[in-house]
């Protein structure tokens, strides 16, 4: 509860920013070359910070906090954060000094307009310098993400949880303020990126004094400790980051496609994370501790029941998000992002997305606690072999939907690579027979599915024909679009309580 609280918040702002950056940029040529900026340093830090650090350096740290010896749990710290920030600082001033290199590598059809002078040539140009200036975020984020593990593992849930706030507020304030200024508005929100990772950095500092972990960084890549992370993490780097290695892809093949692509992506997509992030990461983030804890206590039964709660979680908040975002995929746009320079057609273009990404929504979720039953186990190499069958996957599919969809088609190839690494996932637990879904957990899902199409029904039958939205101002869009959520949550937890859901069902996998 606290993390989602604290997430709330920040997912709130981060719509607040994407709402102030639709205002200035709409979906044309300058949002695509800085949603492609912001994209390349983010991916990368799934890699070396949130992503396959995170998941190979709690399991060790929970594990030598145990042991009770803080001295050795702070000279891991301090050779753990040593070691990965030398590596980051030599990827970050390659990424500063090469950002061409990069911008050829993942937008080359940008690269390709520039070497023979075609329409698309100013966006690698403008990439490339943006990049310059996003690029130090992976730097700053990288200890952000670190210090929040150390907290997350000490329990202390709330700072981590609500640090990513300062990026909203620094992208928003740059809109504001910095980006008017310019002759190149997009320039300001990538100033806005940097200054965000910097504010990250600093809020956490006085919580690592408090809590007596802030160490001096020492090189440490022999040290036992350290050569046990890297283990682990070398493989995870991979797997871990399967999603975000799609997303990628996604933005390749979209650098060849119509001017407007790479934001319909990502609009879309920035819906698709505010319920990932409130509820699939925020469930991850809390029980990937607990399960190492479960683990190097050796209670097998007690993992498994937490393992088993957390797909109840998932499925419990993650289905109505899923069939609300498909069902009220226009009127959200509409409300969010439809003025300034965003128009109607942006919205009909980033809805077709939404519904494609929205319908792998559950399994990106599930994705998020099934495969922390391998990392908690400090069991890397499983997951790296169905993240390479996944992400071949997600190849072959956007080879077929591309052709045919278009950046829609990207979008349902993210979406069905998912459900085949949450497949993979699932199974390979249940050969284990680390875990598998319980008798009770398939009555209590059969259960959510009716209530949520009860919701879905109802909805509909309250939603009104998409001219008379567009006829609409602002207010009456959102008061409308407010009471079809209210509507549709009440009848998910009327319908759940006829059913015989309580509150007690929530709570028997952890008893």
Do not use: C
């Given at each position: 509860m606290i993390v989602s609280a604290m997430t709330l918040v920040s997912r709130v702002l981060g719509l607040v920013r994407d709402v102030v950056v639709a205002n200035l940029m709409g979906a044309g040529a300058s949002a695509d070359v800085f949603f492609f900026a912001?994209?390349?340093?983010?991916?990368?830090?799934?890699?070396?910070?949130?992503?396959?650090?995170?998941?190979?350096?709690?399991?060790?740290?929970?594990?030598?906090?145990a042991a009770g010896d803080k001295d050795k749990t702070r000279d891991?710290?301090?050779?753990?954060?040593?070691?990965?920030?030398?590596?980051v600082s030599i990827v970050t001033l390659f990424g500063v000094l090469g950002s061409g290199v990069v911008t050829a590598l993942f937008g080359f059809g940008w690269f390709l307009d520039w070497l023979n002078d075609g329409p698309a040539a100013p966006k690698f140009e403008l990439a490339s310098l943006m990049l310059k200036i996003t690029f130090p975020y992976l730097w700053f984020i990288t200890f952000v993400a670190l210090s929040?593990?150390?907290?997350?593992?000490?329990?202390?849930?709330?700072?981590?949880?609500?640090?990513?706030?300062?990026?909203?507020?620094?992208?928003?304030?740059?809109?504001?303020?910095?980006?008017?200024?310019?002759?190149?508005?997009?320039?300001?929100?990538?100033?806005?990126?940097?200054?965000?990772?910097?504010?990250q950095f600093v809020f956490q500092i006085p919580f690592l004094v408090k809590a007596g972990v802030l160490v001096k960084?020492?090189?440490?890549?022999?040290?036992?400790?350290?050569v046990k992370i890297r283990t682990l993490m070398i493989p995870a780097l991979f797997g871990v980051s399967v999603s975000q290695i799609n997303l990628l892809f996604d933005t390749f093949i979209a650098s060849f496609l119509a001017t407007g692509s790479i934001s319909w992506l990502y609009y879309s997509d920035r819906l698709l994370e505010f319920p990932l992030g409130l509820f699939g990461i925020a469930i991850a983030t809390v029980i990937l501790p607990a399960l190492s804890r479960k683990h190097v206590d050796a209670q097998s039964q007690g993992f498994a029941s937490t393992m088993d709660w957390g797909v109840r979680m998932v499925v419990l908040l993650g289905l109505p998000a899923m069939l609300g975002l498909m069902v009220l995929a226009k009127p959200m746009l509409m409300v969010l992002f439809m003025r300034g320079e965003f128009t109607p057609h942006?919205?009909?273009?980033?809805?077709?997305?939404?519904?494609?990404?929205?319908?792998?929504?559950?399994?990106?979720?599930?994705?998020?606690?099934?495969?922390?039953?391998?990392?908690?186990?400090?069991?890397?190499r499983t997951p790296v072999k169905y993240g390479i069958i996944a992400m071949a996957s997600n190849m072959v599919f956007n080879a077929i939907f591309a052709y045919f969809y278009g950046y829609v088609?990207?979008?349902?190839?993210?979406?069905?690579?998912?459900?085949?690494?949450?497949?993979?996932?699932?199974?390979?637990?249940?050969?284990?027979?680390?875990?598998?879904?319980?008798?009770?957990?398939?009555i209590f899902i059969t259960k959510l599915a009716v209530s949520a199409i009860v919701m879905v029904a109802v909805v509909v039958w309250r939603l009104d024909d998409m001219q008379q939205w567009l006829s609409w101002g602002l207010a009456q869009r959102a008061t409308t679009l407010t009471m079809l959520i209210v509507l549709g949550g009440a009848t998910y937890l009327f319908t759940?309580?006829?059913?015989?859901?309580?509150?007690?069902?929530?709570?028997?996998?952890?008893?």
């Open positions: 912001n994209k390349i340093p983010n991916f990368l830090r799934r890699l070396f910070a949130e992503g396959a650090f995170s998941q190979a350096f709690v399991p060790v740290l929970t594990e030598y906090h891991l710290i301090a050779k753990a954060s040593g070691t990965l920030g030398v590596l929040g593990a150390i907290l997350n593992t000490l329990g202390k849930f709330a700072v981590s949880s609500f640090t990513p706030v300062f990026l909203n507020v620094m992208i928003i304030g740059s809109a504001w303020f910095i980006a008017p200024g310019l002759e190149q508005p997009e320039i300001g929100l990538a100033i806005g990126v940097f200054l965000g990772g910097f504010v960084p020492k090189w440490g890549w022999s040290d036992p400790g350290v942006d919205v009909e273009q980033a809805s077709m997305s939404l519904l494609a990404y929205a319908s792998g929504l559950l399994n990106f979720m599930l994705i998020k606690v099934l495969a922390p039953g391998y990392f908690s186990r400090q069991d890397t088609g990207l979008a349902m190839a993210t979406a069905l690579s998912a459900l085949v690494n949450m497949v993979l996932l699932y199974r390979g637990l249940h050969i284990q027979q680390v875990y598998r879904v319980t008798k009770q957990t398939l759940l309580l006829l059913l015989g859901i309580r509150v007690k069902d929530l709570k028997a996998a952890t008893d």
